[in-house]
Nanobody, 126 residues
């Protein structure tokens, strides 16, 4: 059974940092891009950041460029999201995801990657 399990969410003040982790199991993701989506209250789920299976291609949403960094440890089937300079607009449920498509295609997945975790809530207070 494929599982993507997120951790690291929580409450943080504006300007603070959080690091999300996601442990994947149940199959090999060595040929999959991995990354993160998020869904804020009342909004569509959107791609936030993703990294290709060979670590050579990344995608970042314009709203997080320069503040968020995606990384992955292929040996551990784990993907991370370092989030700095958080602001209230970053408040959302963050979902770990894996998809065979290139990270550059992730905005066109419309929030529906092949595999997705249950999500972890990030709340940024002003």
């Amino acid at each position: 059974q494929v599982q993507l399990v997120e951790s690291g969410g929580g409450l943080v003040q504006a300007g603070g940092s959080l690091r999300l982790s996601c442990a994947a199991s149940g199959r090999s993701f060595s040929r999959y891009a991995m990354g993160w989506f998020r869904q804020a209250p009342g909004k569509e789920r959107e791609a936030v950041a993703a990294m290709s299976y060979n670590l050579g291609t990344t995608y970042y949403a314009d709203s997080v460029k320069g503040r968020f960094t995606v990384s992955r440890d292929k040996a551990k089937n784990t993907v991370y999201l370092q989030m700095n300079s958080l602001n209230p607009e970053d408040t959302a449920v963050y979902y770990c995801a894996a998809d065979v498509n290139s990270p550059l295609v992730w905005p066109n997945l419309f929030g529906n990657p092949e595999f997705r975790g249950q999500g972890t809530l990030v709340t940024v207070s002003s």
